[in-house]
């Protein structure tokens, strides 16, 4: 089972690929993980990564694809993948299909967290971060519940920053989800639910 997950940011995509992770025992790829691996493991295609890090530039397409199916080589991808954050664009989402069909694999579904815009901001400007731990909280926390640190809010929690991150999220993934749409394998499931609730829609369309 291949699976493509989408959602804007704050529309609980990490919760749910957690989820999914446990009850099918499928490999988890972030974009983000696989470049910082490559790039600590010192491989071709992390070198090249490197250099475009370095130079503060956006990895290319061709190579952050190129990497992804390096790692869907690994043998934990045998029984399925849910791809996260990637792809981002209809562009690298139609050179990952070619990819994929080249060795034989194919994405079966693409679901879609969908989150009403307002309900993102709330979720999002309502989150504090522990500055020793780590630990997620809200702005009932006034100092953290783990380790008694100081909560914090980051810059790219607050309310203006979240609004346009969305409208980045919005102009970017319209094209991408009308590609996978046309594709036949665009599900949407309600994230404005309890992380309970948006699981079982999901296993309800995987069927199992």
Do not use: H, W
């Given at each position: 089972?291949?699976?493509?997950?989408?959602?804007?940011?704050?529309?609980?995509k990490g919760t749910q690929a957690e989820r999914l992770i446990e009850k099918y025992g499928i490999a988890h790829i972030?974009?983000?993980?696989?470049?910082?691996a490559a790039v600590s493991a010192g491989t071709d295609l992390g070198k090249q990564a490197q250099k475009f890090m370095d130079a503060g530039e956006?990895?290319?397409?061709?190579?952050?694809?190129?990497?992804?199916?390096?790692?869907?080589?690994d043998d934990d991808t045998k029984e399925g993948f849910i791809l996260d954050g990637f792809p981002r664009?209809?562009?690298?989402?139609?050179?990952?299909?070619?990819?994929?069909?080249?060795?034989?694999?194919?994405?079966?579904?693409?679901?879609?967290?969908?989150?009403?815009?307002?309900v993102i901001v709330e979720r999002l400007s309502n989150r504090r971060l522990c500055e020793v731990c780590g630990y997620i909280g809200t702005s009932k926390d006034e100092v953290?519940?783990?380790?008694?640190?100081?909560?914090?809010?980051?810059?790219?929690?607050k309310a203006e920053t979240i609004l346009n991150r969305l409208s980045v999220y919005d102009s970017s993934t319209a094209p991408l989800l009308d590609y996978y749409r046309g594709a036949g394998q665009l599900v949407a499931v309600n994230g404005d639910q309890s992380?309970?609730?948006?699981?079982?829609?999901?296993?309800?369309?995987i069927g199992s």
């Open positions: 089972m291949n699976i493509v997950l989408l959602g804007a940011p704050g529309a609980g972030s974009t983000g993980d696989i470049l910082r956006l990895v290319p397409d061709t190579l952050v694809i190129d990497l992804v199916m390096e790692r869907l080589l664009t209809a562009t690298q989402a139609v050179a990952l299909t070619s990819k994929l069909d080249e060795m034989g694999r194919g994405i079966d579904f693409a679901i879609a967290v969908e989150v009403a815009p307002e953290c519940p783990a380790c008694g640190g100081s909560m914090y809010q980051r810059e790219d929690d992380p309970e609730a948006v699981f079982a829609d999901i296993q309800a369309i």
